[in-house]
């Protein structure tokens, strides 16, 4: 894969935690039964959205760094163990 594939991944799973999240959160707060059926229900259909978040997550927490493009360290450095 490359770097950009990495990006791509991140994005997506940034993107669906961004929606998520904040639904399951209202919902939890919420005395409101109606309010929560309906905040649970859009957080279904996000799931549905982005199903394969979890899968692109675990790719991309098994990448190293070099993969990721987070450091200078060359291809021939990892080669070489000095990463």
Do not use: H
């Amino acid at each position: 894969m490359s770097k950009s594939d990495y990006g791509l991944l991140i994005d997506y799973s940034n993107d669906a935690l961004d929606e998520i999240l904040p639904l399951k959160q209202k919902a939890d707060n919420t005395t409101d039964g109606n309010q929560y059926e309906r905040l649970m229900d859009r957080a279904e259909r996000l799931f549905e959205k982005y199903q394969y978040w979890k899968e692109a997550l675990e790719i991309v927490s098994e990448a190293t760094d070099y993969e990721l493009g987070r450091t200078n360290v060359s291809e021939r450095d990892i080669l070489e163990g000095v990463s």
